[in-house]
């Protein structure tokens, strides 16, 4: 398979990588489900050590992350939503072949899914409307 394009940087190929797809210029990541998967089980020791390290931090100025972006693979406009709904953080997804994340957003979905497995089991049933209140949240509309 040939080199697959940035979808943010106009011309820039991303770098291939066991975890993503990174593009050097930008900082940004594609990820194939699965990897995106294995980058999230992953201990932040493996994660700040594997090669998509340079994504991890936002510290990439001048980057438009307002403009629509599409698949690296089959080229259609990826879907932009949040993740899990109450996350805060907007990712590109193609509902075929993965994700775009923008430089240093795997690190905020990590450290939300941290903080939402820190409130313990019991954060579903014993939320206000318990379960199906819980539900809603996750798949859209207000509790």
Wanted: hydrophobic share 35%; glycine share 8%.
């Amino acid at each position: 398979m040939s080199n697959l394009p940035c979808p943010r940087c106009s011309g820039v190929a991303l770098h291939r990588t066991p975890l993503g797809c990174l593009c050097k210029l930008c900082e940004g990541c594609w990820f194939g489900f699965e990897q995106f998967e294995k980058a999230l089980r992953l201990s932040d020791i493996e994660l700040y050590a594997s090669e998509i390290e340079p994504t991890l931090e936002a510290d990439t100025e001048g980057v438009s992350l307002e403009t629509p972006v599409v698949c690296p693979l089959c080229q259609i406009r990826m879907k932009r939503h949040i993740y899990m709904i109450d996350s805060d953080v907007t990712i590109d997804m193609c509902r075929d072949h993965g994700m775009w994340l923008d430089d240093g957003e795997l690190v905020k979905i990590r450290t939300y899914l941290q903080s939402t497995q820190d409130e313990g089991p019991d954060r579903v049933t014993s939320a206000p409307g318990g379960l199906f209140a819980f539900f809603r949240r996750i798949f859209g509309g207000v509790p």
